[in-house]
C-alpha cells in the first residue's frame, strides 16, 4: 500500500523540520508555512490523509485554518490534529468544537505524537474504505433498482403490445394517451383533492406507464365484436362492455402465477378496470361515482375519451380539437370529475401538440383497414 500523506502547517521553520524528520519515514510530508497555503495544498491535493495544524500563525491562525476546511465539502473529511502551545481547557474546548480530531500540546513528545498520527492515519484509512464500500453497495442497488424498472418497463410494453395486435385502433391511441395522462397528473399534483397522490413522482411516473394498458382487456372480446365497423347492438355492447374486467382479471391471473402481489401493477389494475366509470355513477362495471372512481381511472376516463373523439377511423372521421373540448365540457360533472375537466381546458394547446406528434399518418390509417377487412370479409 502507498504511503499516507500528511500536511504539516507551522509558521516556525524548526517545528516543520522537527516534524517532518519524525514522520518522513512513515509519511509522505508537506509543509506549509501559513494558513493560506495550506488551505490551497488542501483543496488541490486529493491524497491528503492527516494535517498537523499549528493554532499560532500570522494573518490566519489555525482555529480559522479548520474552520474553512470543514467548510468545504473537498476538505471537510481530512483529519486535523492540532499541534500548539496553547494548552488551556478552553483552548482544546474550541479545536474539538471546530472538527479536529485531536489535540496535543508543545513542546511534543515525539513517541505521543508518532502514536496519535498512526492512530487517526489508520482510522481515516478504515473511514475510506467504508465511504468505498458503501459507494459499490450504492452503486449495485443502483444497477439492480434499474434492472427491475427495465423489468416493470418490459412487462407493461409487453402487455400493451399485446393489446396492439389485437385492437386496429391502438397503436398511436395508446401513446397519445399515456401522455394525456401524465399532463393531466402534474397539472393537478399541487390541487387539494389529488396533492395526496399526485405529489408523488412514483404515482406519476407509474400512471404514465400503466395507461396503455387501460384496454387490455381487449384481447379477450371476439374479432367480430371487436373489429366491427359500426355501431354494436345492445348484446354486442355488454360483451364489449367486459374487456374492462377481462383486463382487470389478466393482471390478476399474472400476479396469482408469480405467487405475489405486484406494487407497479397496482394502477394499471384501476385503470384497465374502472376507465370506463363516469362521474355520475352511470358507467361500468361497477357504476362507481365521484371520489369513489380512481383517480388514475379519472385521468384515464378525460384522456381516453378526447383521444377517441379527435382520431379518425376505419369508419368515422375524427372530430375538430373545437368540437371534441365542447363535448369534453358538457360532460364534467356527469360523464367526468369537474376539476379535472378543469385541467385540461387548461391543457388544450399541450394535448393538441401531443395528438398531432404521435398522429396516425394515412398508411398506418391503411393498415387498419387491411386489418379491419380481413376480419370482415
Same mark, same amino acid.
Given at each position: 500500500? +502507498?504511503? !499516507?500523506? &500528511? =500536511?504539516?502547517?507551522?509558521? @516556525?521553520?524548526?517545528? #516543520?523540520?522537527? $516534524? /517532518?524528520?519524525? *514522520? %518522513?519515514?512513515?509519511?509522505?510530508?508537506?509543509?506549509?508555512?501559513?494558513?493560506?497555503?495550506?488551505?490551497?495544498?488542501?483543496?488541490?491535493?486529493?491524497?491528503?490523509?492527516?494535517?498537523?495544524?499549528?493554532?499560532?500563525?500570522?494573518?490566519?491562525?489555525?482555529?480559522?485554518?479548520?474552520?474553512?476546511?470543514?467548510?468545504?465539502?473537498?476538505?471537510?473529511?481530512?483529519?486535523?490534529?492540532?499541534?500548539?502551545?496553547?494548552?488551556?481547557?478552553?483552548?482544546?474546548?474550541?479545536?474539538?468544537?471546530?472538527?479536529?480530531?485531536?489535540?496535543?500540546?508543545?513542546?511534543? +513528545?515525539? !513517541?505521543? &505524537? =508518532?502514536?496519535?498520527?498512526? @492512530?487517526?492515519?489508520? #482510522?481515516?484509512? $478504515? /473511514?475510506?474504505? *467504508? %465511504?468505498?464500500?458503501?459507494?459499490?453497495?450504492?452503486?449495485?442497488?443502483?444497477?439492480?433498482?434499474?434492472?427491475?424498472?427495465?423489468?416493470?418497463?418490459?412487462?407493461?410494453?409487453?402487455?400493451?403490445?399485446?393489446?396492439?395486435?389485437?385492437?386496429?385502433?391502438?397503436?398511436?391511441?395508446?401513446?397519445?394517451?399515456?401522455?394525456?395522462?401524465?399532463?393531466?397528473?402534474?397539472?393537478?399534483?399541487?390541487?387539494?383533492?389529488?396533492?395526496?397522490?399526485?405529489?408523488?413522482?412514483?404515482?406519476?411516473?407509474?400512471?404514465?406507464?400503466?395507461?396503455?394498458?387501460?384496454?387490455?382487456?381487449?384481447?379477450?372480446?371476439?374479432?367480430?365484436?371487436?373489429?366491427?365497423?359500426?355501431?354494436?347492438?345492445?348484446?354486442?355492447?355488454?360483451?364489449?362492455?367486459?374487456?374492462?374486467?377481462?383486463?382487470?382479471?389478466?393482471?390478476?391471473?399474472?400476479?396469482?402465477?408469480?405467487?405475489?402481489?405486484?406494487?407497479?401493477?397496482?394502477?394499471?389494475?384501476?385503470?384497465?378496470?374502472?376507465?370506463?366509470?363516469?362521474?355520475?355513477?352511470?358507467?361500468?362495471?361497477?357504476?362507481?361515482?365521484?371520489?369513489?372512481?380512481?383517480?388514475?381511472?379519472?385521468?384515464?376516463?378525460?384522456?381516453?375519451?378526447?383521444?377517441?373523439?379527435?382520431?379518425?377511423?376505419?369508419?368515422?372521421?375524427?372530430?375538430?380539437?373545437?368540437?371534441?373540448?365542447?363535448?369534453?365540457?358538457?360532460?364534467?360533472?356527469?360523464?367526468?370529475?369537474?376539476?379535472?375537466?378543469?385541467?385540461?381546458?387548461?391543457?388544450?394547446?399541450?394535448?393538441?401538440?401531443?395528438?398531432?406528434?404521435?398522429?396516425?399518418?394515412?398508411?398506418?390509417?391503411?393498415?387498419?383497414?387491411?386489418?379491419?377487412?380481413?376480419?370482415?370479409?
Amino acid at each position: 500500500m +502507498s504511503r !499516507p500523506t &500528511v =500536511l504539516i502547517v507551522d509558521d @516556525t521553520p524548526d517545528n #516543520l523540520a522537527l $516534524m /517532518s524528520a519524525l *514522520l %518522513k519515514d512513515e509519511c509522505l510530508v508537506k509543509v506549509a508555512n501559513h494558513g493560506q497555503k495550506a488551505l490551497r495544498i488542501a483543496a488541490s491535493d486529493t491524497s491528503l490523509d492527516l494535517i498537523l495544524l499549528d493554532v499560532m500563525m500570522p494573518e490566519m491562525d489555525g482555529y480559522e485554518v479548520c474552520r474553512r476546511l470543514k467548510a468545504e465539502e473537498a476538505t471537510r473529511d481530512i483529519p486535523v490534529i492540532f499541534l500548539t502551545a496553547k494548552s488551556e481547557v478552553g483552548d482544546e474546548t474550541l479545536g474539538f468544537s471546530l472538527g479536529a480530531v485531536d489535540y496535543i500540546s508543545k513542546p511534543i +513528545s515525539p !513517541p505521543v &505524537v =508518532l502514536a496519535r498520527v498512526r @492512530t487517526h492515519l489508520k #482510522l481515516k484509512q $478504515m /473511514s475510506d474504505a *467504508l %465511504k468505498a464500500h458503501n459507494i459499490t453497495l450504492e452503486e449495485e442497488v443502483e444497477r439492480r433498482t434499474a434492472e427491475v424498472v427495465a423489468i416493470q418497463d418490459v412487462t407493461i410494453h409487453a402487455m400493451a403490445s399485446l393489446a396492439e395486435t389485437r385492437d386496429s385502433d391502438t397503436g398511436n391511441h395508446i401513446r397519445r394517451t399515456k401522455h394525456y395522462v401524465r399532463l393531466l397528473a402534474e397539472k393537478l399534483r399541487d390541487h387539494p383533492r389529488f396533492e395526496h397522490f399526485l405529489g408523488d413522482d412514483r404515482n406519476i411516473d407509474m400512471l404514465y406507464k400503466s395507461a396503455p394498458l387501460h384496454d387490455i382487456g381487449k384481447v379477450g372480446v371476439p374479432d367480430r365484436i371487436l373489429l366491427k365497423p359500426g355501431r354494436f347492438e345492445p348484446d354486442e355492447m355488454e360483451i364489449m362492455k367486459t374487456h374492462t374486467t377481462l383486463g382487470r382479471d389478466a393482471i390478476l391471473q399474472a400476479e396469482r402465477e408469480l405467487g405475489l402481489e405486484m406494487p407497479f401493477l397496482h394502477h394499471a389494475k384501476e385503470i384497465a378496470y374502472s376507465h370506463q366509470e363516469k362521474w355520475d355513477g352511470s358507467g361500468y362495471p361497477q357504476g362507481l361515482a365521484g371520489e369513489d372512481i380512481p383517480i388514475s381511472a379519472r385521468l384515464m376516463a378525460v384522456a381516453d375519451v378526447y383521444d377517441a373523439l379527435i382520431s379518425k377511423r376505419v369508419y368515422k372521421d375524427g372530430m375538430s380539437h373545437e368540437q371534441a373540448v365542447k363535448i369534453m365540457h358538457e360532460g364534467s360533472g356527469s360523464h367526468f370529475d369537474p376539476d379535472v375537466i378543469l385541467a385540461f381546458l387548461e391543457l388544450q394547446a399541450e394535448f393538441q401538440e401531443v395528438a398531432e406528434r404521435y398522429a396516425d399518418t394515412d398508411d398506418e390509417l391503411g393498415a387498419k383497414a387491411a386489418h379491419l377487412s380481413k376480419f370482415q370479409g
